[in-house]
């Protein structure tokens, strides 16, 4: 790859035109590839699209540096988007247009949306390509991962994060789950903001640091009660490391069972939902269309308890969406929130 190539999409300015019951016993351990590759991170490279060469190219993880100011927020927005339902491709299709138009009110796909991670789940493997060739995602987004092979093996469906290009990704990896007999797996992007200067500070910011961010679908059903628990610790711990201002993960996390009710206070994360299960308002599975399950809050944003930014409770989008053909979009509803870096001096009482 020749210098023209290097990533210009982390400088945060506009794509150029040339590159416009009781306890279940454990689940066994599937074999599956070696098993020196499962609960452990793997390296993952983002990729942005080149309309000059006409494909996705690896980007260079920040390694020209970034540049000021940084957004200092970033929104934060997970969809599973339900593979196993008739016409996964329209679907997806839909979703991506209700994400641009409904949740990002970006009319047309030149508008860019304001600094963001999108994180899907159940992404058929079918229907994975709509994501690629979509306009809106190729101008103002890296994707990871840009092929399903990097899904745990035999896997039919899978989780898809998308980062706006203004702001730099600096690392990206998956962790495939030793315990799962469905094929699960976390994808982590670590992406740097900007520390809020003081008013009328001479300089653009306080600082730049690294935020880390989850996207998984957790075992379901209640014979995966017992895998879920390891799973989600798997993930807190790396969204704890030692160098991340904050951590934070969303997704499907099939909370169905008593045994869900503290998993996430178990492995050290808080829920930013704060009405608990009980409240119908955060519900996000069971109504599109009703199931023989009673609705519950299936989807769910936690984070790392430490100090420097908050997390605003979630809403959920994609209520009553259906595609041109009808369908629902997704048997689940949508969650947003805005993730905010503030200075110590300033961090409100969450």
């Not at 999409?9 to 279940?24: G, H, N, R």
């Not at 390694?63 to 940084?70: A, F, I, Q, T, W």
Request: hydrophobic share 35%.
């Amino acid at each position: 790859m020749d210098t023209s190539d290097i990533d210009e999409s982390f400088v945060p300015s506009p794509p150029s035109d040339s590159d416009a019951e009781s306890s279940p016993p454990p689940l066994p351990v599937p074999t599956r590839g070696r098993a020196d590759t499962l609960d452990t991170p793997r390296t993952l490279h983002a990729a942005r699209f080149s309309a000059r060469e006409g494909r996705w190219i690896p980007t260079t993880n920040c390694s020209r540096g970034v540049r000021e100011p940084l957004p200092t927020w970033i929104r934060l927005v997970s969809w599973n988007v339900d593979f196993q339902t008739k016409n996964a491709k329209k679907r997806l299709m839909a979703a991506l247009l209700c994400l641009q138009r409904e949740v990002f009110r970006c009319q047309t796909p030149n508008q860019r949306p304001n600094p963001c991670c999108i994180l899907l789940q159940e992404v058929s493997v079918g229907a994975f390509t709509m994501i690629l060739t979509n306009e809106w995602v190729q101008r103002y987004f890296v994707v990871v991962p840009t092929s399903t092979d990097q899904w745990p093996a035999n896997a039919t469906y899978g989780t898809v994060t998308l980062v706006s290009r203004t702001v730099p990704v600096s690392n990206a990896f998956t962790i495939e789950f030793g315990n799962s007999s469905m094929m699960r797996n976390a994808i982590f992007v670590d992406v740097k903001l900007g520390v809020p200067a003081l008013p009328h500070a001479p300089r653009l910011s306080d600082g730049i640091v690294t935020v880390r961010i989850a996207n998984t679908h957790l075992e379901s059903l209640p014979r995966g009660a017992a895998a879920r628990p390891m799973q989600l610790r798997l993930i807190s711990e790396a969204l704890q490391e030692y160098d991340l201002h904050a951590g934070v993960v969303a997704g499907d996390m099939n909370a169905i069972g008593p045994s869900d009710i503290t998993i996430a206070e178990d492995v050290g994360l808080m829920d930013a939902w704060q009405h608990g299960d009980d409240d119908e308002e955060g519900f996000t599975w069971g109504y599109q269309p009703r199931e023989r399950y009673p609705p519950a809050r299936l989807d769910k944003v936690l984070f790392t308890t430490r100090g420097g930014f908050e997390v605003e409770e979630p809403e959920r989008f994609g209520v009553g969406a259906r595609a041109e053909s009808g369908d629902w979009i997704s048997d689940h509803y949508g969650l947003m929130t805005t993730l905010h870096i503030v200075r110590e001096d300033e961090g409100m009482e969450m």
